[in-house]
């Protein structure tokens, strides 16, 4: 045997054994790249709810995977926490899905579903379901940790403060509970219903409650230390930046409160005066946020002046994310929309079908969002 042919003998036998590593990479490289990292573990992204995306999008969305569910809608806003999109619906499910391929990997199901966002920290997802009960699950497995029990509908996300997990219910109680063991650390009232979720910046915590006052809680010792007077109820969770809060009204007046001073930097009203579901996102000096009005608004963050007003021919309760030098919105008609923050130019549309009443999440270069039809897409780029 010539010493070419004993080369290629022992060539032939390493391929040979080498065969189902190779098998094994052509497998994986069929799957969707794993994406980069990046989290949006809350409601609004952060714990200060700004609605300010930490990564950035491609310039040219497109699907990169849809889910259909039969018997689901989609109010709540989808959280992303290491590779995983988790998401309620009213089919009775929270869902943990793949963000690279949108498969399943479990579902807890409660009796009548879910309309508030998870929230994720240290391996265990914090969810309030429309029964009034709170759940703390594994976020790998979707086992149940514990259960805590409110007098009324969860519908707003949760947040964290130290090692404690914060949450509104209908019943007006903001709770804080301990992560580990889901046991009562305080309890605030109020008067009537809590429908945002609690921003927190430092030790403060801030609820824009159905009983027309923002109140400011001291989120060691759960005591109030202040309530200001904003005439209206109020749905959509404040964002806080530096030393103020922004926010809008079921009467149809926009906010921004000096909480440090506690008093009203300035307000202001659209054109055609209608409720402001929309919770806002603030970046670069430039506060966003829709209304039933139909419109798109932008805001000068220091002083309220309008800086721009885009039309978008249907409510939007949805709120807002900014991300980079864009901000992104769903409609109650079904369209997804990106505008440039700066000009309000219209850079980006797609038309969805169904409503929504949930919010974008944006991480790992991915943007998640639900509709009313039970629908969930994802959207990245090429």
Known sequence: MTAFSKTCLILAALFSTASPAIAAEKS??????????????????????????????????KVVWKKSFKDGAFDATATIVDGTVYVGSFDGNLYALDLADGNEKWKFHTELGFKAAAAIRDGVVYVGDVDGKFHAIDAATGQPKW?????????????????????????????????????????????????????????????????????????????????????????????????????????????????????????????????????????????????????????????GGELWSAPVRATVDSSPVIVGSRVYIGTGNGRLLGFDLKTGKQAWEYEAGGGFPASPAVAAGRLVIGNDAGDLYCFGGP
């Open 28 to 61: 994986q490289a069929d799957k969707p790249p794993a994406p980069p990292g990046g989290s949006w573990p809350v409601f609004r992204g952060n714990a200060a709810c700004d609605g300010v995306a930490a990564g950035g999008l491609p310039e040219k969305l």
């Open 147 to 303: 259960t805590a029990e409110s007098g009324a509908e969860i519908n707003a996300g949760a947040n964290f403060y130290q090692d404690k997990v914060l949450f509104a219910s209908q019943d007006g109680g903001l709770y804080c509970l301990a992560r580990a063991d889901g046991k009562l650390a305080w309890k605030y009232t109020i008067d009537n219903m809590i429908q945002c979720s609690p921003t927190v910046a430092g030790n403060r915590g801030f609820l824009a409650g159905c009983d027309g006052k923002l109140h400011i809680v001291d989120l060691d010792s759960g005591q109030g230390v202040a309530q200001l007077d904003i005439k209206d109820p109020t749905l959509s969770t404040p964002a806080a930046v530096e030393n103020r809060v922004y926010f809008g009204t079921q009467g149809g007046r926009f906010l921004a409160i000096d909480w440090k001073e506690q008093n009203i930097a300035w307000s202001y009203e659209p054109k055609r005066r209608s409720p402001l579901l929309s919770s806002a996102a603030v970046s670069q000096g430039v506060v966003v946020f829709g209304g039933k009005d139909r419109e798109v608004h932008a805001l000068d963050a220091k002083t």
